[in-house]
């Protein structure tokens, strides 16, 4: 009798099928965040639009640099800049897609090796893969000439987009827990600091681009064409040009590259799965350099309620992740804009007010970053007076940073200029205006506030982005507006006696920004004692 026919058992590590799995499980992931809402299917659908006409011109684009002389470094050089885009984008955005954090497979039976490879396919679905093909296929046209060129181009298209998707899947595999603890969502709000210097940067090359032309990126190109996923597009390059040699070590240097991303996503895996979470440990532990820092700094402050308010505000920029982000980003955009512009040599030292600008909109929605921790502020304010010293306590908090950092920003923007003589009337214009933001922020705090989420990029809870826009754009009106005599006074100096009185807005500068703040704190003061329920309700949303 024969025997009976039994299924043999799987071999031990073996994963049939996981791959499809994942591919299935990427498109779920999309298709039910699409089922959400039909605001995010519209948002989902015009990012779509966006990318593929993006992709779209950027491949006819880079076909019309064929035959250029200057195409290689071009190609190479974006390519260069995509990698890196590819690199920190994980870091700064790890919520914007579910599968880059592997913490959520760590409890399936799963060997580490599939894992990655069913990782790495599934991660080629989506927008980011399709725009990243789209310019190394353009690039492989522009570079190639000749059969053995467009073998080689073919090759390193595939490198380029492998390249790049385990470079972030590696990136965010090795901080996944830095990244979803609290010190990563700290990192992760920094993101509009990196695109706002990104974007002056852009423009800062731009124009020396314009005036100097792309010669000035050939040696550039030089050094990134070695450096992978670039190198791939590289060996095209030194294919079409009869360097065999070169090619092929340009090529091998990507594989290598590749196997190297891969094995290191692999052993970042292994130990999510292995080893157990310890990223609270150290939250667990006394800080004891924070405790001595907060008592220096507790010393240094005025006695009562307004020392009181003024360290808890210092705190809040120092410890919440949001406060932090709005202070850096205002901070470098403040000192980057009228640096910039002095180096371009199109700069005013009138420019150097756009720090104070920048620094007193953190005077506006003052209730908001407190949420519905507002209450127990809430609790010690009875009277109009300890509304006013609640107000100037939270003002002198912000002023401890503004006034020293605007006053440096006006001194290095004057030397690098060489226009001495405009300091002092670059003085009184900035204090004036920061004195006027002040004003106009403790009002519109008290008039206009709105919650601030705590989780995600949005500046606002739903249904109060209408309030935001209006306490901080009319505010800054407002301000502008308060500022007119100050800057009356500027034009009718200079017009009727050159620069001979014009230190003279140095203290009526001064003086006016300290008067216009206190007014501005006393007129908000009545309002902010009368409307603490809807303040309180408002600040709580979301």
């Not at 490879?117 to 927008?127: E, P, T």
Request: aromatic share 6%.
């Amino acid at each position: 009798m024969n025997a009976p026919v039994t299924a043999s058992p799987a071999a031990p590590g073996a994963t049939p099928g996981i791959t499809p799995v994942f591919v299935r499980l990427k498109l779920s992931l999309l298709r039910n965040g699409l089922r959400q809402s039909a605001g995010r299917r519209a948002a989902y659908i015009a990012s779509v639009t966006i990318a593929l006409l993006y992709a779209a011109l950027q491949l006819i684009g880079l076909i019309a640099l064929r035959g250029n002389d200057h195409v290689a470094t071009v190609c190479v050089l974006l390519v260069g800049v995509l990698a890196l885009g590819w690199a920190v984008m994980p870091l700064f955005f790890p919520s914007g897609d579910e599968t880059l954090d592997p913490t959520r497979l760590v409890m399936l039976p799963l060997r580490p090796r599939p894992l990655v490879r069913a990782l790495l396919v599934a991660s080629l679905v989506g927008i980011g893969p399709l725009i990243t093909l789209s310019l190394a296929i353009g690039a492989t046209i522009a570079l190639a000439h000749g059969t053995a060129a467009a073998a080689t181009g073919a090759l390193a298209t595939a490198l380029v987009v492998l390249v790049c998707v385990a470079l972030a899947r590696a990136v965010a595999a090795a901080n996944i827990r830095l990244l979803t603890s609290r010190k990563g969502r700290d990192l992760a709000v920094l993101s509009g600091l990196v695109i706002a210097i990104g974007a002056q940067v852009v423009n800062f090359g731009a124009q020396k681009l314009g005036s100097s032309g792309l010669s000035t990126l050939d040696p550039a190109a030089d050094v990134v064409r070695w450096i992978p996923p670039a190198a791939a597009l590289g060996a095209v390059d030194s294919v079409s040009e009869g360097a065999y040699a070169t090619a092929a070590a340009q090529l091998a240097l990507t594989l290598a590259a590749l196997a190297g991303l891969l094995a290191l996503w692999q052993r970042s895996l292994t130990r999510l799965m292995t080893s157990p979470d310890g990223s609270t440990i150290a939250a667990a532990e006394p800080d004891k350099g924070a405790s001595r820092a907060s008592d220096a700094l507790g010393g240094l402050l005025p006695a009562g309620r307004t020392g009181t308010v003024m360290e808890r505000s210092l705190r809040y920029v120092w410890r919440d992740p949001k406060t932090k982000a709005a202070w850096v980003t205002s901070l470098a955009i403040g000192l980057i804009v009228p640096l910039f512009n002095a180096l371009q040599g199109t700069g005013s030292v009138y420019f150097a007010c756009f720090a104070a600008g920048m620094l007193g909109i953190l005077m506006y929605n003052q209730f908001g970053q407190d949420t519905s921790a507002f209450w127990m502020v809430a609790m010690t304010i009875s009277s109009t007076r300890d509304a006013y010293v609640e107000l100037r306590g939270r003002a002198l908090a912000l002023l401890v940073i503004t006034l020293p950092y605007a006053t440096l920003v006006t001194v290095v923007t004057t030397a690098m200029l060489g226009d001495w003589p405009a300091l002092p009337e670059a003085l009184g214009l900035t204090f004036a205006l920061l004195g006027a933001m002040l004003a106009t922020g403790a009002w519109s705090s008290a008039r206009f506030p709105y919650s601030i989420p705590q989780e995600g990029y949005k500046s606002a809870a739903p249904g109060q982005a209408g309030l935001a826009w209006i306490s901080i754009f009319g505010g800054m009106v407002a301000a502008a507006l308060l500022c007119a005599p100050v800057i009356a006074l500027t034009i009718w100096l200079h017009a009727s006696t050159g620069s001979t009185w014009t230190w003279l807005l140095l203290p009526v500068g001064t003086a006016y920004g300290a008067a216009i703040t206190d007014l501005g704190l006393r007129l908000a003061s009545p309002r902010l004692a009368r409307r603490l329920p809807e303040i309180l309700t408002a600040v709580s949303r979301g």
